[in-house]
């Protein structure tokens, strides 16, 4: 066995045996001894191949494989093709999702030698995003370094999975490899090296005092135990939870559904702004009137978080604590300021209701709330855009405990269509909702490969023809529409039909209420897209209608 086919076995086999379920592969000729041995393990049933030709694509639908909850690893070739990773690298890493990225590379003696496909800086690209490195030379003696590779590898996965106390994330390996890059046969290198590595002990949960007017604020988590530890806490105390939809927390009998409206129709002084503690899990990001809560003077932070980072961007964090608890009966001041918000709960949601109820055509909050209940119906997972899809989904979205996933790490809009490829074929039937931009932005991603399975995925797209999110915001109102328009909203006018038939994925286009419903509805099977056409011009009206209408409904 030539040393590059010896090297390339002994890792996969390694990570194979370290838990590796999914290997996705971008082909090229320095990776290709990395490519025989996965189509080797793939074919003995050891492993999951996905191979595809975009590296971004490939990046991102590795990501979403492992938001899944499995451990994936994805393979490039050298070069420009390594860098292609870097925005799902930054996701991860950000999100704190477990990602093995293997990297392909020449011999290191090839370094600043002006060789093809050879980059100085390679090995240091992903640095400092990743929570383990390392640069490993092209083989010499395989049987010699096999137990060093293999203990490589085993540090490189406890580091991705979090067990040493820092949170998981993206690790990765630079792989040197010399011709031949061909395969042969021979025996693989034997010997020891792969470490059963342990998580270190969960922390004992800090009891948090009774007494103060509390709310749980669940933000995103790539980690399901973390937004279960946040709605158990909820329900013990009795205290209102405010849940992100890709919190895993939104669901049971304490999730206030618009909650942000609640928060920016109160002011600090009246009956649901009196609050004394925050008690925050994940990384929420959503909205201004979350942050404005987290920067108040007045409100005691607590962060819980059982990582080496939390969130507190507006530096206001009293404590961090690993994990919370609470002991006792809620006091009469929880008791009251949980009912007030409880019932103004109510009230916002069937304003909400009643509002997109009225509307005669389609718009992006009905649209999100379409697709919450037919997740809800069939028990499919929700992947959703990180722009305007993610905040309709947290307006008009009930809290029906429907598992969703959005890259929320960086909140970035490229590599969606993919990140939601691979949650479909690591979890099964999903739905899809992002606007126009951020579906364009990754249809690299509908390319089929022949011989690769295609998800149980649906793609709902509103189409405004632009960036609807600019439109809510400060842009809007400011700058000369022309202006605004080009540099700023971006319309395209692009054939999505016309597109998604170049692919080969079938597209809908309902014209009606009924037909959107109907279409939406409909349980994801194969990829298919349903493009739902908005006026965008409706957006701002509409959320200051909605908005105005909770404030008189709750005041």
């Not at 189509?39 to 590296?55: M, W, Y």
């Not at 003077?297 to 961007?313: I, Q």
């Not at 905040?391 to 959005?406: C, E, K, W, Y």
């Amino acid at each position: 066995m030539n040393p590059s086919t010896a090297f390339a076995t002994v890792l996969v086999d390694s990570l194979v045996r370290l838990g590796l379920r999914h290997l996705v592969l971008s082909p090229g000729s320095r990776s290709a001894p990395l490519a025989y041995a996965a189509a080797r393990a793939a074919d003995e049933g050891r492993l999951t191949l996905h191979v595809r030709i975009d590296e971004r694509s490939a990046g991102f639908l590795a990501l979403g494989l492992a938001r899944a909850g499995e451990l994936v690893a994805v393979v490039t070739t050298s070069g420009t093709a390594v860098a292609n990773l870097h925005p799902a690298v930054l996701e991860a890493h950000h999100a704190g999702v477990p990602l093995v990225v293997l990297s392909a590379d020449r011999p290191h003696e090839l370094r600043g030698s002006g060789a093809s496909q050879t980059a100085d800086a390679q090995a240091r690209m992903f640095l400092p995003s990743v929570r383990y490195s390392a640069d490993l030379p092209a083989p010499v003696d395989p049987e010699r370094q096999a137990p060093a590779w293999r203990s490589v590898l085993s540090r490189a996965v406890a580091f991705a999975r979090g067990l040493r106390g820092d949170g998981p994330g993206p690790v990765h390996l630079n792989v040197g490899f010399a011709d031949p890059l061909t395969p042969s046969a021979g025996e693989v290198p034997t010997g020891p090296g792969l470490t059963e590595v342990h998580a270190v002990p969960a922390a004992r949960p800090v009891v948090l005092e009774r007494g103060p007017r509390t709310l749980v604020l669940a933000g995103d988590a790539p980690d399901p135990a973390t937004g279960l530890a946040a709605r158990e806490l909820a329900e013990a105390a009795g205290w209102p939870l405010l849940a992100e939809p890709s919190s895993g927390a939104r669901g049971g009998e304490r999730a206030v559904g618009p909650y942000r409206l609640l928060l920016d129709a109160v002011d600090e002084e009246g009956p649901l702004g009196d609050v004394d503690r925050v008690v925050l899990f994940g990384h929420p990001t959503l909205s201004r009137p979350v942050t404005r809560l987290l920067a108040r003077d007045d409100v005691e932070l607590v962060v819980v978080s059982a990582a080496g980072t939390w969130s507190d961007a507006g530096f206001r964090a009293a404590r961090v604590v690993a994990a919370a608890a609470v002991e006792g009966p809620a006091g009469a001041a929880e008791q009251e300021f949980a009912a007030r918000w409880d019932r103004a709960g109510k009230l916002a949601a069937d304003t909400v209701h009643a509002t997109l109820d009225a509307e005669t055509g389609p718009s992006g909050p009905w649209v999100a709330r379409e697709v919450v209940n037919a997740c809800a119906a069939d028990g499919s997972t929700l992947v959703v855009a990180a722009s305007n899809s993610i905040r309709d989904v947290d307006l008009a979205g009930r809290p029906l405990g429907v598992r969703t996933v959005s890259n929320r790490g960086l909140a970035g809009i490229d590599g969606t269509v993919a990140t939601a490829e691979g949650v479909a074929l690591a979890s099964g039937p999903t739905r899809l909702l992002l606007g126009d931009l951020a579906f364009l932005h990754d249809a690299n991603a509908l390319l089929p490969v022949p011989g690769e399975p295609r998800p149980d995925l649906t793609v709902v797209v509103v189409n405004d023809d632009g960036g609807g999110i600019f439109e809510t915001l400060e842009h809007a109102a400011v700058v000369e529409r022309a202006t605004f328009e080009r540099v700023v909203a971006t319309p395209h006018g692009a054939d999505l039909a016309a597109l998604c038939a170049a692919f080969g994925v079938p597209h809908s286009r309902p014209t009606s209420l009924a037909g959107a419903r109907a279409e939406i509805g409909t349980a994801p099977r194969g990829l298919r897209v349903v493009e739902v056409v908005v006026d965008r011009a409706g957006v701002r009206p509409r959320l200051e209608a909605i908005t105005a209408a909770v404030r008189a409904a709750v005041s």
